[in-house]
């Protein structure tokens, strides 16, 4: 099971692939706050896809 400090990580790689101006960044915020440990287990390897991909 994931702690918090793991869902806090995520949400902040989340929110610096957000951060371009695109005003998701709060919904996703959101979103992240009400993930439960497995979906953020998912959520984590979206944004590890997602980094891959933008590099």
């Given at each position: ?19 371009r ?19 953020a287990?998912?959520a ?7 980094s891959?991909?933008?590099?």
């Amino acid at each position: 099971m994931l702690d918090q400090e793991y869902v806090d990580a995520l949400q902040a790689s989340v929110a610096d692939l957000l951060e371009r101006g695109s005003g998701w960044r709060s919904r996703f915020d959101t979103a992240i706050k009400r993930l439960s440990a497995r979906h953020a287990a998912i959520a984590a390897r979206f944004v590890a896809d997602v980094s891959s991909q933008a590099q």
